[in-house]
């Protein structure tokens, strides 16, 4: 009953009031970014959602416009030079993902879920689809996000999404929700072009 009813209502309604409470701040952020370089206000994505159907992911754009499209943060060479001054901190606070409350009233996505994963991310997609991760909804947070986020590997990030998909209830998605908000306020698990640093180096200590 939650997973294909409840869930979906509370997403809409709790996305609606967010999306009005936090209009102010979205609009302060939409002049930031169009003052601190050349470019759209929002970034456009290509990404694999529910039964592996694409969709565009909404964010504010934090990178300059001549960075390489399609490529995930982690295969960058240097990400940071791509990163904008507004982006650094927009990435730093997770505010440049508040424009997917749009996603999330559109029905494409969900507050809590896997995150979603790029098109061409062949490797994360395939591990998911051991666990069954690619049959819900990606979400704006989840499991995986509050348990190493970009530190994770990628078969130990599927693992953490399959375990969501197995085991999502009301009280899961309270307690993945709120640990979000220590989460982002302590910016755990925050490395730019880190994806699997968690358990980089053991084998030399």
């Known amino acids: ?7 979906r209502g509370l997403d809409f309604i709790l996305s609606l009031l967010g999306l ?26 290509k990404r694999v959602g529910k039964d592996k159907q694409c969709f565009y992911i909404l964010k504010f754009r934090t ?4 960075t390489p499209k399609d490529t995930p943060t982690h295969l960058l060479s240097n990400p940071d030079q ?4 507004a982006g650094q901190f927009l990435r730093k606070t997770s505010l440049d993902e508040l424009p997917q409350i749009i996603n999330i009233l559109k029905g494409e996505m969900a507050i809590i879920g896997p995150r979603p994963a790029l098109w061409n991310q062949e490797d994360l997609i395939n591990e998911r689809e051991k666990y ?22 990628i ?20 307690k993945c929700f709120f640990r979000t908000i220590t989460t982002v ?18 084998d030399t200590l």
């Open 1 to 7: 009953m939650y997973k294909h009813y409840i869930k």
């Open 20 to 45: 009005i409470l936090v209009s102010p701040i979205i609009l302060v952020l939409c002049i930031w970014i169009k003052t601190d370089s050349k470019g759209p206000i929002l970034f456009k994505q």
């Open 63 to 66: 990178m300059y416009i001549n």
């Open 82 to 85: 791509y990163i904008t001054k």
């Open 132 to 153: 069954h991760a690619n049959d819900i909804k990606p979400g704006l947070t989840g499991w995986a996000q509050i348990n190493g986020r970009d530190e994770l590997e």
């Open 155 to 174: 078969e130990v990030k599927a693992k953490l999404d399959g375990d969501y998909a197995k085991h999502m209830s009301f009280l899961f998605d309270c």
């Open 185 to 202: 306020l302590k910016h755990d698990g925050v490395i730019e072009g880190g994806t699997g640093e968690m358990h980089k180096g053991e």
